[in-house]
Each structure stands twice: as C-alpha cells, then as structure tokens.
C-alpha cells in the first residue's frame, strides 16, 4: 500500500489542523494505522492509532483532548484533526500502515510496514 499525507502547514497557536492520508490498495480496510511524528532533533514519537474498522483509537497523552483520529474505509482515507495547536506539536507528522493487524491498534513504530513521506507542521507562538 502506498501512502499519501496532507494537510501540513503553518499555524498560529490555539489554531487547527487537519491532515489527511489517502492510501492506494484495496485491502486498505483491512489495515491498523497510526500517526506518528518527529520534531528537528528527536526521535520519531506515537500520535494516535486506530484499528481497521475505526471501532478503537488510541492518543497519546500529550495530543489527547486535543487530537482525533478517524478513517474512512470507503474513502481510503484516514484523518488526524488537531485543534488547540501548541508550538511543541511542530514536527513532521506521518501516517502509517499495518497489515494483519486483527481488531486492534498499535503504538510502536516497529510495528508498522508502511509509512508515508510526511507533511510538515508548524505552530508559531
């Protein structure tokens, strides 16, 4: 499956966001995702992650309240909408996918086959 995000850019902070990633492939509802992102300097950290069918999403702490994923499966397509930006969400954000992923969602990096290239956002102060 091939992956393509979106949606990136430059924000005031207290602003939103929403990113898109539209996936290739027809067995695309069949796959976990997961957000992932990676500011200048540090390691790439988990976002959010939802199961195949949408039915169970997981945030982490520092997005949760404020970030929500969501998919469409008829659509190929998964979300990330971001409200209440601080600066410290500045990173490149990437959408990934999982095979074989049964009813669950997953937070590791090492868990998931494929990623996305990518798309930079950026909260000013």
């Known amino acids: 499956v091939q992956l393509q995000a979106s949606g990136g850019g430059l924000v005031q902070a207290g602003g939103s966001l929403r990113l898109s990633c539209a996936a290739s492939?027809?067995?695309?509802?069949?796959?976990?995702l997961g957000w992932f992102r990676q500011a200048p300097g540090k390691e790439r950290e988990f976002v959010a992650a939802?199961?195949?069918?949408?039915?169970?999403?997981y945030h982490a702490d520092s997005v949760k309240g404020r970030f929500t994923m969501s998919r469409d499966n008829a659509k190929n397509t998964v979300y990330l909408q971001m409200n209440s930006l601080k600066p410290e969400d500045t990173a490149v954000y990437y959408c990934?996918?999982?095979?074989?992923?049964?009813?669950?969602?997953?937070?590791?990096?090492?868990?998931?086959?494929?990623w996305g290239q990518g798309t930079q956002v950026t909260v000013s102060s």
């Open positions: 492939g027809r067995t695309f509802s069949s796959y976990a």
């Open positions: 939802i199961s195949w069918s949408g039915g169970s999403t």
């Open positions: 990934a996918a999982r095979r074989n992923s049964g009813s669950g969602y997953f937070t590791e990096i090492l868990t998931y086959d494929y």
